[in-house]
């Protein structure tokens, strides 16, 4: 289980495995197996499994390739790979793609914050109890209750947001018009690939990464952080100061390397998050607005099937999201693999 | 060690402590700033949001009771608690089963068995959503209770998070019992269930929290107002009463006050399990 590339913490992988891993590899004295109960054991779960999800998935991978449409009943042809050259030449699947890609630009950051936020609770100081509970609130109450609390505290008129800036640089400052805007910090042109100088500014992508590194930054990756700087061991750093290494080369050449594991386990699973993320923003706060500029693939996926009733394509849609993630998995899988190995 | 240099670094220390605490207050205010804003909010007359005071004249509580009468909150609490409830019993029952088989019990290929169950955790919500919606009309059991319930009692997380706890118990003691003759059934449910009493906890916590606040799959589920769990139900309240924001905020803090109650009561179990099992995201 040592070298399993699984989504494991670094916290899990290092815990002593039992015996009963190594049992079933080297046939040992004991022939006993218990393969009638654990098919009895296994199976609630893997029915279930089965049902919900292995059969759901086969039968979108065979929806993917028709032209299933609710509006039409009883008239769905197979079309073989006709909804994939559909998508390829849908200029909007492309531009949800890069809006996906845009919001996860928060990741990098929350990540940091959540490291900066772990270095300081990680330090003996008094009520460290207390900091971490409310740093942690966010993340635990999040939800459409906390999005529809950040969509008051965004309103470009009345909300305390643009209050506060207006009360720092004065009444005639040009304050952003947040979750209904277009602009963005790369100038994007709303529903084109392009980049123009009018579009640059702040806008609804802003709004939501803002909102979104406040929900995760004190939450489940600053407690990964918190447990991994736990089991630093503590004679290295002692090693390092006493060959004169002052804090900045501690964290970055002693510190850091021993997070890696975890650095890993987050980023992996923020991606992974993140590439089918957005949806909950996008249906609460803007509708994947304005301009489709907050529209993500997986609020794509939903329109589509729930709003045009084309099935047959949001299949595919859904599966080249499925195969991005995968493939991405499996990248990210193998480097890390490799860079454990060492 | 000269006496200048201890004090020195007696007073390094102290600066270094000061400026910890003071960088953690400034992040603790604006983690907590948005939380305040929502609860004096919910405080406020409608007036007085739209002239963005700091305080309340006069502390509206009625405000609390005005969403009960606009819509049916009180049902939306139910709901979700019910649901919750339910999958939460079912998971705990359907992966500790199957945890109990990938860590206690021997057979041929479980551990490969059991990475690639691990693996199915990556698969998108979106892929399985519009099969799963079919499958829910065919069963006829879209706009119901069983319909939130039954798709959400399984899966690998559950199962992942368990089995984590049952791997570190000491195989000695199943052994023992089964010299003593005790079957697989008597060893899961005397021996290895009660001592993963901390792990039931965990999972019984992550996913009351999951369903309690999940989204995705009511928001296509349920069609009928009397059914609405209480994110549906703030959605519906969003797009009906948007524009009472007090009134708003004041369902806000209704629906995240029994979270913070729940975080009060397990943070250390949760703490612990999210260390040791590592949740999502």
Redesign the interface.
Known sequence: ?TD?P????P??TR???????G??AKPSGRK????R??I???A??????A???????L??LG?AFTDWDLTRPGKTHFTGLSNLRHLLADGNFWVYFANTIYLMLGLPIAIACSLG?AL??H?E??GV?V????????????????M??????F?PD?G?IN?MLRGLFGQSFPVPQWLGSMSNLLGLEPERLHVAGKYFGIGAREAILLMGI?T?A???TM??Y??ALGNVPAELIEAAKLDGAGPWQRFRNVTWPQLAPTTF?VVV??V??G??GG??QA??LTAGGPAGTTTTL?YY??TV??ERFE?GY??AV??V??LI??GF?MVYWKVGNRETAI | MTPARTTAGKARRMLAAVLTHGLLLLLAALTLGPFLWMIVTSFKSLAEVDRTSSLPAVWQWRNYGQVFREIAFARYYFNSVLVALWVTFLQCVTSSLAAFAFARLKWRGRDSVFKLYLATMMIPGVVTMIPNYALMVKLHLLDSYAGLIVPAAFGAFGTFLLRQFMIGIHPALDESAAIDGAGPWTTYSQIILPLVKPGLATLAIFTFLGTYTSFFWPLVMIKSDHLRTLPIGMLYFDSVYGKQTNLLMAASVMNVVPLIIVFAIAQKQLVRGIQLGAVKG
Not at chain 1, 134 to 145: E, Q, R
């Open positions: 289980m399993t699984l989504p494991e913490s916290a899990v815990e002593p495995q039992t015996a009963g891993a049992i079933v006993r197996t218990d393969v109960a654990a009895m054991f296994l609630p779960n893997l029915l279930g499994f049902v919900f999800t292995l059969l759901p998935v039968f979108s929806a936020l300081l609770l330090r100081v008094r109890v900091y971490r509970t409310v740093l942690y609130l966010p993340s635990f109450t999040a939800g459409v209750a906390l529809l609390l950040w969509q008051a505290l309103n009345i305390p209050a406040w995760v004190g939450g489940n407690l990964l918190v447990a386990f699973m923020g992974i998050g590439l089918q949806f909950e249906r609460v997986s996926i939903y099937a729930f099935v949001a299949s859904s599966w999201m499925f993630i995968f998995a």
